[in-house]
């Protein structure tokens, strides 16, 4: 090992910055000044064992711009403080090593997260000169940091079956009293158990074999109890090496497996307005709708308001979801499950809610409520109405092509009347002219700001482990993202203005559907794919095995 003949290389410009970058970095630090969030940070870091210490401002600078750029790494900040100038002058000249930035991000920006970026945010929608208050949502999911190989399911299922084991053993040597019948075991209880049997096994030596088995059920028990409390509530999976990861599939997987492919990974919910991502939330759901309101919730905690307009796609048209949107009078942008098939007139629903209480069938024929006594309702607040005289019906194929019975003269529908509602509210405000400029906006704006992050910032994996590292990480990667747009902004190549509806633009039409065209594609009997064969080869294989 060499102690004296081992040098480390570094640059030495002889050159300056260029005036128009430095004139960007400057009008960059002055927003971070009037932002305020210098006061969140501490003067300068600690200085143990004579290590140069260096100002907390300089390096969450650095953090940021690292993160806009391109260098996101602890090792890509290391090597930036060397030899690119844009760094060397954010630096002070100073040459931090990845250690200095990760313990700064951990024990600096992560606790304060949160306020770090509304107040960055704000400041930049200030600079800018945006209103927020037509905003859009998307999700999408980020593989996370963790062996994909080694993931636990909730064992629920298995914790039942070793319970019912349990019961029989206990029954076998007479403890089954303060046993519940059913459900899974607590291995309280069972550690309870075993305590009364060691006791009377001093007495009865025969009871040893009852005891090692009640005692390997017990260490069993406690594995499954772990696993459930790392799961919670909310997760059927976890990852071994990230707890906090979910077995998702992404969706470059949804053609490859159909399903079967799991990665570990985080739920990713923006909210964009003019372009600018103003509130996002990092979650372990593996469904987008539930993550509706906590990112609009999450908007309200950084500007105190809710935004006036929200557009989104099909993926999060719950009933849930649009009561909070009235409860808070935000107009309702949300598209219905089957928009584009009413749209087009292919597809279209069968009926449509009126204000006097009836439902309007395709065909034109009224329907009233009516009671079914023998027939229990498949959703919970749904009511049945009764529509009569559909033997003449031009549309009777279409609309009863799921039916067992097609033959008869009336037609039941099961319907959620406040969601059929303010699914038809969200329809209309989407024909509009107002939802026709939404709707094209969502598609430049929200999934946009995807795109740029995966494409052209190349982020598409997370590299810290556990639910607050990558919520942080994720932060400061959307803070990137605002900021790459706000320096094209200083240099005038970036603007803020998206399509704007013209005036006097018509709302769009709802097709008329074609009774005969509908009710050809409703007689067509759908062709079996080669895996449905196979399928039935193997059933029927197996039967006469």
Not at 352 to 379: A, F, M, Y
Request: charged share 35%.
């Amino acid at each position: 090992m060499t102690n004296f003949t081992t040098r480390e290389t570094f640059l030495v410009p002889s050159f300056d910055l260029e005036e128009k970058e430095r004139i960007k970095l400057d009008r960059f630090l002055l927003l971070l000044e009037d932002s305020g969030v210098g006061e969140l940070l501490p003067e300068r870091s600690d200085n143990p064992m004579g290590r140069p210490a260096y100002r907390y401002a300089d390096l969450f600078a650095v953090i940021l711009c690292g993160f806009a750029f391109g260098e996101a790494s602890l090792r890509d900040l290391e090597d930036a403080c060397k030899y690119d100038l844009r760094f060397f002058y954010l630096m002070q000249q100073k040459r931090p090593g990845h250690t200095v930035f990760g313990d700064f991000i951990n024990e600096v920006i992560l606790p304060q997260r949160k306020e770090i970026f509304g107040r960055i945010t704000k400041a930049i929608i200030k600079e800018t000169g945006i209103e927020a208050d037509e905003c859009f949502i998307d999700g999408s999911k980020f593989e996370a940091d963790a062996n994909r190989y080694k993931f636990v399911w909730k064992p629920v299922k298995l914790h039942e079956k070793l319970s019912d084991k349990i019961r029989d053993l206990l029954k076998e040597v007479s403890l089954e009293r303060n046993v519940p019948e059913k459900g899974p075991l607590s291995s309280v209880l069972i550690a309870g158990k075993l305590t009364k049997l060691s006791e009377r096994l001093k007495e009865d030596p025969s009871l040893k074999k009852h005891f090692e088995e009640l005692a390997a059920y017990l260490e069993k028990l406690l594995e499954y109890e772990e696993k459930e409390r790392i799961c919670g509530e909310d997760r059927n999976s976890y990852f071994k090496s990230d707890h906090d990861a979910t077995a998702m599939t992404m969706k470059s997987d949804y053609y490859s497996g159909l399903g079967s492919h799991m990665r570990a990974a985080y739920n990713v919910q923006l909210l964009v307005s003019k372009g600018v991502i103003c509130a996002y939330h990092v979650s372990q759901s593996r469904s987008d709708i539930t993550e509706f309101v906590p990112v609009l919730r999450a908007f309200e905690e950084i500007y105190g308001k809710y935004p006036e307009r929200v557009c989104a796609d099909a993926g999060y048209g719950s009933l849930q979801n649009y009561q909070f949107l009235k409860e808070n009078k935000i107009e309702n942008y949300i598209k219905p499950t089957n928009f584009q098939g009413n749209v087009s007139g292919r597809n279209p629903d069968c009926y449509t809610l009126q204000e006097d209480g009836t439902l309007l069938c395709l065909g034109g024929r009224v329907g009233r409520r009516t009671e079914i006594p023998s027939r229990h309702s498949k959703n919970a607040g749904s009511v049945f109405y009764r529509v009569e005289d559909c033997r003449e019906c031009p549309f009777a194929a279409y609309c009863k092509r799921f039916l067992k019975r097609k033959k008869d003269s009336f037609r039941i529908f099961e319907v959620q009347e406040e969601l059929t509602f303010y699914k038809q509210e969200a329809f209309a405000n989407l024909l509009s002219a107002k939802g026709i400029e939404m709707r094209v906006n969502r598609s430049s704006q929200v999934e946009g700001a995807f795109g740029v992050l995966k494409q052209d910032m190349s982020y598409v994996r997370l590299r810290r482990t556990s639910l607050e590292k990558a919520e942080t990480e994720f932060m400061l990667t959307a803070l990137g993202y605002n900021i790459r747009k706000l320096f094209r902004f200083f240099s005038g190549k970036a603007s803020f203005d998206y399509w704007r509806a013209p005036e006097g633009l018509q709302a769009e039409k709802k097709r008329k559907p074609s009774a005969k065209r509908l009710s050809k594609r409703a007689s067509k009997k759908k062709k079996r794919s080669v895996n449905d064969k196979a399928k039935d080869y193997r059933y029927r294989s197996a039967k006469k095995k």
